[in-house]
């Protein structure tokens, strides 16, 4: 017998599950759709910022985030290429937390309020049939085809939408300068400080973050050269940053890479956006929109996004409004926030890609703290409107 749900969320991450905790706990009937295992490491620099704090709080998650094994951290360090360095202290605690830690114990938390999981299952199209939506997707573990129903249906598919979505929102536009892309590694035997720190290099960045006692995270933003000459070892990757940042290669001397944590994704395009609908799909985190990685504020965004748009997915399931209404009120919502302080990311991420721009912006910014500051600040997502 098919099964209609009230909502399903394509995508396990963070934007997913926190969603799927969101709507599972109003009640709902709720079923997450994941392409791979869960939880598994993911290409992210592990920095969960201050700004997903009030969202934590809002969707009723920062205790259990708050008992994760996670390490403070009180500053950003950023390194040029010329080994010019600029630190400064964040005005609150952000956290260094392992991806398969967070990703896991929110999903966790979406089950024990009643919420599926439909794992190791791609979801390949959303279209509308009689007043509801049909979802097809395929298994991995039996290759067997599956249709679905739901009366809403969220993406939170990240940064690349199901193949029968792809002519729309998964059509992103080449990037400007070249392709990116990403990887990250875990890192035993490492001196950890309480500080985020950024290794600036022709054609990229490193970041390291502690993520536990003696770990540290080590995730890149390079060139698509990059991957095609250090090929898919993770202790190529290293090596090659660290040719490419003295600085960096000193830092991480001694050190090993945590063996199973290695993942590399390409391309690594980020969005203009937000774009909050996909036909009838409202779409949260990466899937509404990537924000450039140096802001560290992609999970924010994903937990902003969800906070935002599940009361008003809750209205419409109720009938208490259309998808019209819900459709204009999210769209709103979502823009406001979300457009400056990527706009602002971006440019930064493009400035600091320069070797020489790197270091004379570095030099203005030990020279002029607060300017530095105020440059970090406009990356940063606003707080949230207080409710009236
Ligand atoms: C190099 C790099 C460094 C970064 N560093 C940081 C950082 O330090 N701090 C920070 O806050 N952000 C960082 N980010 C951004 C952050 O990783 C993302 O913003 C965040 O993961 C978005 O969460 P999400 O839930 O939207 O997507 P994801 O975490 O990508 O989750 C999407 C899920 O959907 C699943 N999926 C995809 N397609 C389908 C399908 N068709 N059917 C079913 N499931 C599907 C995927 O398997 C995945 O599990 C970084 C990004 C990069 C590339």
Not at 65 to 86: D, K, N, T, W, Y
Not at 367 to 377: G, I, Q, T, V
Request: with cysteine; hydrophobic share 45%.
């Amino acid at each position: 017998m098919e099964r209609l749900y009230d909502a399903v969320i394509l995508g396990a991450g963070v934007a997913g599950s926190a969603m799927a905790h969101a709507l599972a706990g109003r009640g709902w009937r709720t079923l997450v759709v994941e392409r791979g295992g869960t939880p598994r490491h993911k290409v992210c620099g592990e920095f969960l910022s201050p700004e997903s704090r009030s969202s934590l709080n809002a969707l009723g998650l920062d205790e259990i985030v708050g008992r994760l094994p996670a390490c403070p951290i009180e500053a950003v360090r950023i390194v040029a290429a010329s080994g010019r360095q600029l630190r400064f202290g964040l005005t609150e605690p952000a956290l260094g937390v392992s991806r398969p830690e967070l990703d896991g114990a929110l999903l966790r938390s979406a089950r024990e309020r009643g919420a599926e999981l439909l794992d190791e299952t791609t979801a390949l199209s959303v279209a509308p049939e009689g007043g509801r939506l049909r979802i097809e997707a395929r298994g991995r573990r039996d290759a067997g085809e599956r249709t679905l129903y739901a009366r809403a249906v969220i993406g939170a598919w990240g940064r690349r939408a199901p193949a029968g979505l792809a002519g729309q929102a998964g059509a992103r536009p080449r990037q400007a300068g070249g392709e990116r892309v990403g990887w990250k590694v875990h890192l035993e035997g490492v001196r950890t400080e309480p500080e985020v720190e950024l290794y600036f290099f022709a054609g990229g960045y490193v970041g390291i973050a502690p993520v536990g006692e003696q770990t540290a995270n080590v995730a890149a933003l390079v060139d698509a050269a990059f991957l095609r000459e250090a090929g898919a070892d993770p202790r190529e990757w290293l090596r090659l940053a660290a040719a490419r940042s003295p600085a960096f290669g000193r830092r991480i001397a001694g050190s090993r890479a945590v063996a199973g944590t290695g993942k590399a994704v390409a391309p690594v395009r980020i969005g203009r956006g937000p774009r909050a609908w996909e036909g009838r799909v409202a779409l949260i985190g990466d899937a509404a929109m990537v924000v450039p990685p140096l802001c560290g504020d992609g999970m924010a965004m994903a937990l902003r996004s969800a906070e935002l748009c599940a009361p008003l997915a809750d209205e419409y399931l109720r009938g208490r409004s259309s998808l019209e209404q819900w459709g204009r009120a999210y769209e709103e919502a979502l823009r406001k926030p979300f457009a400056d302080p990527a706009r602002w990311g971006r440019l930064l991420q493009t400035a600091l890609g320069r070797p020489a721009l790197a270091s004379l912006l570095v030099g203005l910014g030990g020279a002029a703290p607060e300017l530095a500051r105020r440059a970090f600040r406009a990356t940063r997502l606003p707080p949230p409107p207080s409710p009236r």
